[in-house]
């Protein structure tokens, strides 16, 4: 009886740590922030990071982080060792890849290190190391707010920011629809349930989703 308690004690902390919006796969985050009009963030990892773990533990359990990756961002922690193959723009050509060939396309040399992308899948910038949790909120809200084409980031940072991200309803095919529904870990559709903000909400009435809207939630997939 013992020996099940102190599993039990080991095994919680990584529970309670998770990002509950984290996916495993790079071809899934690039396709859902297109389809959900947010920007993408990539992890590069690795099995043996001792500073991955840190930034999963202690960055992505802060609050005001979780809050605007799930307004505003879809973010996955990928490994070399992924099974299967990952598809990126090379040029115009539509170059599918092994991770370990994704690795060195985008030149890592230590993990972790972030990759943001547009919201139409175009490079934006990189973060190589890790990033406490009060230094990644200011990096997000630079992102989100997209001030990076007015400003520099020094400059944005001292000045005093509340962004949380930009509510939309984003109009969607069957076809996108249903990818949100299957393969978003926070993507709810909407019967009636409590209202949590940062949720992605997919509903097929027009009606519903401005009320969703109204009530502050950061993104409504409505099906078109």
């Given at each position: ?33 297109q389809i959900e ?90 973060l190589p190391g ?95």
């Open positions: 009886m013992k020996k099940i308690i102190f599993v039990l004690i080991l095994v919680l902390p990584a529970m309670v740590f998770s990002y509950s919006g984290m996916l495993d796969d790079f071809d899934t985050a690039i396709k859902l922030a009009d947010k920007e993408a963030i990539v992890m590069f990892s690795d099995t043996s990071c001792v500073y991955c773990v840190k930034f999963v533990k202690e960055t992505l359990s802060d609050e005001t982080v979780q809050n605007l990756l799930r307004a505003g961002f879809v973010f996955s922690q990928i490994y070399k060792s992924n099974p299967g193959t990952a598809s990126y723009i090379v040029g115009e050509e539509l170059k599918e890849m092994t991770y370990n060939d994704l690795y060195a396309y985008f030149q890592i040399r230590g993990t972790p290190t972030l990759w943001f992308f547009t919201t139409e899948g175009a490079l934006l910038t990189n890790f990033v406490p949790a009060k230094d990644f909120v200011p990096i997000l809200r630079f992102i989100g707010e997209k001030a990076y084409e007015s400003t520099t980031f020094d400059v944005f940072r001292s000045k005093t920011s509340d962004y949380m991200g930009n509510a939309k309803i984003v109009r969607v095919n069957e076809e996108e629809y249903n990818y949100v529904l299957e393969n978003d870990p926070i993507a709810v559709e909407y019967e009636g349930q409590d209202v949590d903000i940062y949720t992605v909400w997919l509903t097929r009435d027009e009606s519903t989703a401005e009320g969703l809207l109204e009530e502050g939630v950061f993104r409504v997939i409505l099906l078109n």
